[in-house]
């Protein structure tokens, strides 16, 4: 369900403080509104009731889609895995409702960031219909291409975003810097797919953090790099 709770914010402009209204979960099937705020950002935005000034606060959040079958928690990694293992039946409280979604026929995807585009990256991918594993796999194989090129100086980070025309891309950055954006390659994608996909474990069951790290190791596992 959608949890939330009221807390003051001091705008850092004029030192006013306003009320803010904190999601600790958030449900789009109970709150469908919520799903566009989130996307474009507007739901952590305080906007100061003195002067107007715009400020983005940032918390930790369980984000629930539930009509696409994906969770996603934002915040530290470990407090993510937790909480998701929870769900996964072994808590309690929540075990019933963890084995009907073991049952389903589609797959629920549980998943645990602590980076805010991270987060961002994983709703364009769930909303193209994209496994996010395969997707890191791609984007490790950028980065692979980039380092190779002799271009790489440490901390790249690739993202997969859609733009306002609908087309997904992928960004390269290092810190606040844009290293250069390329269309996503659906060809790509296909193949890697049919490369990787039957060597992946059952999606429900995968470990919560998919990101980088986690396709270098898998690629490791298979003694490709």
């Not at 991270?118 to 380092?147: C, N, P, T, W």
């Not at 190791?217 to 003694?223: E, H, I, P, Q, V």
Request: charged residues 30%; positive net charge; aromatic residues 12%.
């Amino acid at each position: 369900m959608t949890s939330i709770r009221k807390v003051n914010v001091t705008c850092p402009e004029c030192h006013t403080q306003g009320e803010f209204t904190v999601y600790k979960s958030i449900n789009t099937k109970e709150s469908p509104a919520l799903k566009e705020k989130v996307r474009d950002g507007s739901l952590f935005q305080f906007v100061c009731p003195s002067c107007g000034a715009k400020t983005t606060v940032d918390y930790p959040f369980l984000y629930h889609q539930p009509e696409d079958h994906f969770m996603i928690n934002y915040g530290k990694l470990e407090d993510g895995r937790k909480a998701l293992e929870m769900l996964r039946g072994k808590g309690v409280a929540l075990k019933d409702w963890a084995e009907e979604m073991e049952k389903t026929t589609r797959p629920y995807v549980l998943r645990a960031v602590d980076d805010r585009l991270a987060f961002r990256e994983k709703l364009f991918i769930f909303d193209a219909g994209l496994d996010d594993r395969l997707v890191e796999i791609y984007k490790f194989m950028v980065l692979y291409q980039y380092a190779a090129a002799g271009k790489a100086q440490g901390g790249e980070k690739a993202y997969f975003y859609t733009d306002s025309k609908g087309h997904h891309r992928v960004q390269l950055v290092r810190g606040k810097e844009t290293l250069g954006l390329a269309d996503f390659s659906r060809k790509i994608y296909n193949e890697v797919h049919t490369q990787y996909a039957k060597k992946l474990h059952d999606i429900r069951k995968s470990d919560p953090v998919i990101d980088t790290n986690w396709a270098q190791n898998f690629l490791k596992s298979l003694a490709e790099i």
